[in-house]
T-cell receptor
Framework: DAKTTQPTSMDCAEGRAANLPCNHS???????VYWYRQIHSQGPQYIIH???NNETNEMASLIITEDRKSSTLILPHATLRDTAVYYC???????????FGGGTRVLVKP | NAGVMQNPRHLVRRRGQEARLRCSPM?????VYWYRQLPEEGLKFMVY????????ESGMPKERFSAEFPKEGPSILRIQQVVRGDSAAYFC???????????????FGQGTRLTVV
């Protein structure tokens, strides 16, 4: 899996959009960008993934740059329940052996 | 459709005992993965199994740890002769069989917290 780099932590105001950056400059052509989050010692929760195109679902949007070297996860209206550690993972299509880095610790404040 | 079920949620073992952790994947999922999270650390991949086969065990410690996913029943992660350093949260994930494993996501259970005393 390609190495990913994320900020260690960030704060976000409740009700505002949270933009979480991720660098994956060595990503290869067959690697997807996945985002998971872990809310205080619970099991990780899948958020979204993409290959080249931007993606959106009920939880978030994923913006991938044209050169695929970085991406941004957008939580459109952060709530207190979005406080979690967010992991950006670049992984090949074969199976789901995920390499979790340190992630970004997001604190949503009232 | 129930999610990934892990049991027990909490397990306490004395040093030298055996620990058995169970994982029932989501219905229709044939791929199971085990991860370990030591206190205040990130999740580390341990092993990837399909029914009756170990596909990738590159993250498994060489001794005392084993995993299986039989044709019938849950996946089992077994730790023999536990030591204090085995205390951790163990998470299981499952995923459906995609076309050539492409474009699938993993669903995680709530974990088993093992404490070795």
């Amino acid at each position: 899996d390609a190495k990913t780099t994320q900020p260690t932590s960030m704060d976000c105001a409740e009700g505002r959009a949270a933009n979480l950056p991720c660098n994956h400059s060595t990503i290869s052509g067959n690697e997807y960008v996945y985002w998971y989050r872990q809310i205080h010692s619970q099991g990780p929760q899948y958020i979204i993934h993409g290959l080249k195109n931007n993606e959106t679902n009920e939880m978030a949007s994923l913006i991938i740059t044209e050169d695929r070297k970085s991406s941004t996860l957008i939580l459109p209206h952060a709530t207190l329940r979005d406080t979690a550690v967010y992991y950006c993972i670049a992984t090949k299509a074969a199976g789901n052996k995920l390499t979790f880095g340190g992630g970004t610790r997001v604190l949503v404040k009232p | 459709n129930a999610g990934v079920m892990q049991n027990p949620r909490h397990l306490v073992r004395r040093r030298g005992q055996e620990a058995r952790l169970r994982c029932s994947p989501m219905k229709g999922h044939s791929h199971v993965y085990w991860y370990r999270q030591l206190p205040e650390e990130g999740l580390k991949f341990m092993v990837y199994l399909q029914k009756e086969n170990i596909i990738d065990e590159s993250g498994m410690p060489k001794e005392r740890f084993s995993a299986e996913f039989p044709k019938e029943g849950p996946s089992i992660l077994r730790i023999q002769q536990v030591v204090r350093g085995d205390s951790a949260a163990y998470f299981c994930a499952s995923s459906p069989p995609g076309p050539g494993h492409l474009n699938t996501e993993a669903f995680f259970g709530q974990g088993t917290r093992l404490t070795v005393v």
